[in-house]
């Protein structure tokens, strides 16, 4: 493939296409204080956007005065121009997750490591003492380490490091929590106890739709078709993380939206909620305030909070000697009785919204393993109840 070569318009550097199809953008960063020559550096990328959006914010840092040098840049700094520039599109909850992170662990560990010199072995060292002297899960430091790949990778692609170290750590095993979903008489105790109870609408269809939460009480009533059935799933309520985070209606947690078709006694719930808030709308008047629609919310028409539902929720199970029992164990009963009634892994895990049929299998395996056993079983006292055989 023939080289292109492109001079940025301002001067600041030339971008080209390599023989291996990469593009490569150079840039001066200065002059040597012994030769006199000017010092450059080369970034790179797939694309030729790619590598001219990554030298215009080189460009610009050189600019304002805030550019670092790939030889004599932190790692700590590395981590704050990544969180500042490199998250375009991602979640706020997910950047402020990440730089917690960063500032509570990656920084104080390693972030005084110049990048160049920074080791698999180093970065082994630094999750292992997360384990051992912090006491944080397995899971946690795989979250740790997908982030930390991911800024290396970036530094990987803009050319400051050759390679990422972190691709040659290992991680520890991370051990799937059981599933504890509520069996029939467990069904049956709950259902009777939270009876009259405030909440009692939201337990009820979580148990029988499996959904989230925050996707619960981000339900709003252009989303649910008494006529058609079904519910449309394509938000929910969620709090910003972070001292005085407000609650607002956030994509869901995989960015899939879903429809279900529930059974008839959750649109009959469905049905006594609107009943219900109409009552406290005429009530409340001119406070009411619901600029949502939300299906479930207070007495003026405001948002439920999380951990007031949950905190209520755990009252009940506990009154009735549940205590183990989660606000999410509801999905997980939801779950199993769809299986458990014939329903198929792919249908079970569309509505269920999670990514892949494989992933609901991984968690409810053993459901399924069951069935299997229990199904080999009839045949077996089939075959045993059959003469002459």
Not at 165 to 186: F, G, I, M, Q
Not at 313 to 338: C, E, P, Q
């Amino acid at each position: 493939m023939p080289r292109k070569t492109n001079r940025s318009a301002q001067g600041s550097g030339t971008i080209r296409q390599r023989p291996d199809g990469r593009w490569e953008a150079r840039y001066t960063v200065g002059r040597d204080s012994g030769t006199g020559k000017q010092k450059q550096k080369s970034i790179y990328g797939d694309t030729q956007q790619d590598v001219l959006k990554q030298l215009r914010q080189i460009q610009a840092a050189i600019d304002n005065g805030t550019y670092t040098e790939p030889s004599k840049m932190t790692v700590g700094q590395w981590m704050d121009i990544w969180l500042a520039e490199y998250l375009g599109g991602v979640k706020s909850a997910t950047v402020y997750s990440y730089t917690t992170r960063t500032n509570n662990h990656i920084k104080p560990a390693v972030g005084s490591v110049p990048l160049q010199k920074l080791n698999a072995h180093t970065i082994q060292g630094f999750y292992n003492s997360l384990q051992k002297e912090k006491g944080l899960s397995p899971k946690t430091i795989k979250n740790m380490h997908g982030l930390f790949h991911g800024a290396l990778k970036q530094a990987v692609k803009i050319g400051y490091i050759r390679f990422n170290p972190s691709e040659a750590c290992t991680l520890p095993r991370v051990e799937r929590k059981e599933v504890k979903p509520l069996d029939e008489n467990d069904i049956e105790l709950f259902v009777d106890a939270i009876k009259g109870q405030p909440y009692e609408d939201i337990y009820i269809i979580d148990l029988f739709t499996g959904m989230r939460q925050g996707e619960i009480l981000g339900l709003t009533w252009d989303c649910v078709d008494f006529k058609q059935g079904v519910i449309y799933i394509n938000k929910q309520l969620q709090k910003e993380k972070g001292k005085g985070g407000q609650y607002l209606l956030a994509p869901l947690k995989n960015d899939k939206p879903r429809k279900i078709a529930p059974a008839d006694i959750v649109f009959q719930r469905l049905k006594a909620a609107a009943v219900r808030q109409k009552a406290m709308k005429l009530k409340a008047g001119q406070a009411w305030n619901n600029p949502n629609d939300l299906v479930f919310t207070n007495e003026v028409g405001k948002h439920l909070a999380h951990v007031t539902v949950y905190k209520h929720f755990k009252r009940i199970v506990r009154s009735i000697g549940m205590d183990d029992t989660r606000f999410h164990d509801l999905r997980h009963s939801y779950a199993v009785a769809a299986l458990q009634s014939g329903d198929d892994v792919k249908s079970v895990q569309e509505a269920l919204g999670h990514h892949t049929a494989a992933f609901t299998m991984d968690v409810y395996g053993h459901v399924t393993d069951k069935m299997r056993r229990e199904s080999a079983e009839r045949m077996n006292k089939f075959v045993k109840g059959i003469k002459n055989l």
